[in-house]
């Protein structure tokens, strides 16, 4: 089946640092990548939608400045923390559309951000 | 907005058990529908993908979608304490994935 591996697993850093996570595809090719954060005992809400040669579309009340996506190439999306605060720690989550799969969704494995 | 609720649990069933597990969803243009178990600390993995109405059956799991009454729901059969996750429901199609808040079960040995 569809992988998507996201790296790294778990990072700690300090305020006011920025933080890169990658996401990539290791066997299909992703036009469209989804970026997902989700604090402790809640579910996952959807940060941003990836499209690879453009730029991403975020959802209401994330602040595009502060997260950075890029989809330079059909396999790799990064989502880089810039600034980051002790409120940005959280569980940050890729996934990816496997066109291959009807709709189908891949999760990568998850980062752990811990903003000390 | 597109919503989707789950009741967000606990929901504890004794070993061997059958556990059902509902969703409902606000958007009428889903067209397809998932449920995720995750695992505390972990990332979410898909157990059933359902596309149309009725049952779909996959081991001792067996998801049905009723697109009339919006209404999802996911049955493990004879429960185990692996089981034990919360279970993420999500909706969508050209759209990303709308997930639910989770319900909690706990397969209690």
């Known amino acids: 089946g569809a992988v998507v591996s996201q790296h790294p697993s778990w990072v700690i850093c300090k305020s006011g640092t920025s933080v890169k996570i990658e996401c990539r595809s290791l066997d299909f090719q992703a036009t469209t990548m989804f970026w997902y954060r989700q604090f402790p005992k809640q579910s996952l809400m959807l940060m941003a939608t990836?499209?690879?040669?453009?730029?991403?579309?975020?959802e209401q009340g994330v602040e595009k400045d502060k997260f950075l996506i890029n989809h330079a190439s059909l396999t790799l999306s990064t989502l880089t923390v810039t600034s980051a605060h002790p409120e940005d720690s959280s569980f940050y989550i890729c996934?990816?559309?496997?066109?291959?799969?009807?709709?189908?969704?891949?999760f990568g494995s998850g980062t752990r951000l811990t903003v000390v | 907005q597109k919503e989707v609720e789950q009741n967000s649990g606990p929901l504890s069933v004794p070993e061997g058990a059958i556990a059902s597990l509902n969703c409902t969803y606000s958007d009428r243009g889903s067209q397809s529908f998932f449920w995720y178990r995750q695992y505390s600390g972990k990332s979410p993995e898909l157990i059933m993908s359902?596309?149309?109405?009725g049952d779909k059956e996959d081991g001792r799991f067996t998801a049905q979608l009723n697109k009339a009454s919006q209404y999802v729901s996911l049955l493990i059969r004879d429960s185990q304490p692996s089981d034990s996750a919360t279970y993420l429901c999500a909706g969508g199609g050209n759209t990303p994935l709308v997930f639910g808040k989770g319900t909690r079960l706990s397969v209690i040995a």
């Open positions: 996934s990816a559309r496997d066109l291959r799969d009807y709709y189908g969704y891949t």
């Open positions: 359902i596309y149309s109405n």
């Open positions: 990836s499209n690879e040669g453009s730029k991403a579309t975020y």
